[in-house]
């Protein structure tokens, strides 16, 4: 199977890389076939397009080769014309294989995720074959926790994979058929061991389905339901919904909620499917309720469903680090110094300056306490400027600006290309 624009994968490169970006095109490259092949595959897209193709290579140190195959990745990469970038697990790597795979798999994702943003990129191209899905619904029909693989999705990781998109362009082809086509364009590829370690579950799955193969489920369902307006309060990390329309929705509702929760409370920890499904039932009655749920607080009255981050107690994170430079999960914060830290602004409003008092009754109540202020020694605390994109802040000021509606529309299915990603950037 030949691996130029005009064949598969080139039409599902073509459909979502923004051929006029001037954006590098980042690309997971293990030196493994199946990466070999997206890296051929995402050079023949780029180079009409003048766009420059990241090679990045990531060491998870669990081989006693992996730094030679890491040095060869990077002379592979650079052959074929893409830039070489070599990253390391060094991380919160664990001290025993309990684990070892989901470990590695979200390091690789976070690693991947900063490189990718740090050198411009906002797609990362992976190589996952319709084997790859075949085997993680072999692995899922047997308890592992995977999501189902999707040609275009948001990083998986957060905050770190933010505003970046995971391209498969790979998702239909057959590992066999790239092999050849690799084979005979004359490139060879890296075989790693781990792959036939059974210890590791992606192992059996695969020495499973070569004994006997199975179609992967191949349809990615229906687009969760989407608002069509969220209230004007996504600047501060709160969402005011139209309630009848929920309540109109025919499907997809529970989806949107499932979503929504993640996105305002800040976190990376899914709903259980039968509290969504209570929540789902609740909102579509007639009652007015407040409840809360994975650290969101609900308040619906007839008309609006407010979904806000839930309170903390004073101080509770006080001077903590940001991570990735987001605060909470949910606030890029930029011009940040050294010796200032955020809270939540609970337990602080008294001492704000009198404009900063006068701004935050603006705010409706339920969400000023999970507001960030900047904390500085012992000086008064002072509101960071919450970036709206109609009003730009004046230069040296401290901005913190929501993720919140981005992340959501990326999560909802409502980005479906590379331009579309520029809106929220």
């Not at 070489?84 to 976070?110: I, K, M, Y």
Request: aromatic letters at 6%; glycine letters at 10%; one cysteine or more.
């Amino acid at each position: 199977m030949p691996l130029g624009p005009d064949d598969p994968p080139g039409p599902c490169l073509s459909q979502y890389l923004d051929g006029g970006s001037d954006a590098p095109i980042a690309v997971g490259f293990s030196g493994g076939s199946d990466s070999l092949a997206a890296l051929v595959a995402t050079l023949a897209f780029a180079r009409p397009h003048g766009r420059r193709v990241l090679a990045m290579t990531v060491d998870h140190d669990l081989q006693a080769q992996s730094r030679a195959w890491t040095a060869d990745c990077a002379k592979m990469a650079s052959r074929l014309g893409a830039e070489p970038v070599a990253l390391v697990w060094a991380e919160n790597r664990p001290f025993s294989d309990t684990g070892l795979t989901a470990l590695a798999r979200q390091a690789r994702h976070r690693l991947l995720a900063r490189a990718a943003r740090q050198h411009g990129a906002r797609v990362l191209v992976l190589g996952h074959t319709r084997n790859d899905r075949a085997e993680a619904d072999w692995m899922r029909n047997r308890g592992a926790n995977l999501g189902q693989l999707r040609a275009w999705s948001p990083s998986p990781v957060w905050p770190e994979g933010r505003g970046l998109f995971v391209l498969r362009p790979l998702l239909d082809c057959d590992r066999e058929d790239l092999k050849a086509a690799l084979a005979a364009g004359g490139l060879g590829w890296i075989n790693d061991p781990a792959n036939l370690d059974p210890r590791f579950m992606r192992s059996r799955a695969r020495q499973a389905l070569a004994l006997d193969p199975q179609d992967p489920a191949t349809l990615e369902g229906s687009l969760p339901y989407w608002p069509t307006v969220l209230g004007g309060l996504g600047h501060l990390g709160a969402l005011c919904l139209d309630r009848k329309a929920l309540q109109a929705a025919p499907s997809g509702v529970a989806a949107f909620l499932a979503r929504a929760l993640l996105c305002v409370s800040g976190s990376i920890e899914p709903v259980r499917s039968d509290r969504l499904g209570r929540l789902e039932a609740r909102l579509r009655s007639r009652d007015e309720f407040a409840a809360t749920l994975s650290g969101v607080r609900l308040f619906a009255d007839n008309q609006t469903a407010w979904m806000v981050r839930e309170g903390v107690r004073a101080g509770a994170q006080a001077h903590c680090a940001l991570q990735d430079g987001v605060w909470d999960g949910r606030f890029e914060i930029e011009g940040l110094s050294p010796d200032q830290s955020l809270a939540p602004l609970k337990g602080h409003a008294a001492a704000l300056s009198r404009a900063d008092r006068a701004w935050i009754q603006t705010v409706p109540a339920q969400i000023r306490p999970t507001l960030p202020v900047v904390l500085t020694g012992g000086l008064a605390p002072v509101l960071p400027g919450f970036r709206d994109p109609p009003h730009a802040q004046p230069p040296g000021t401290i901005t913190a600006k929501s993720l919140m509606i981005a992340r959501l529309k990326a999560a909802c299915g409502q980005v479906f290309n590379e331009q579309g990603l520029m809106i929220d950037a």
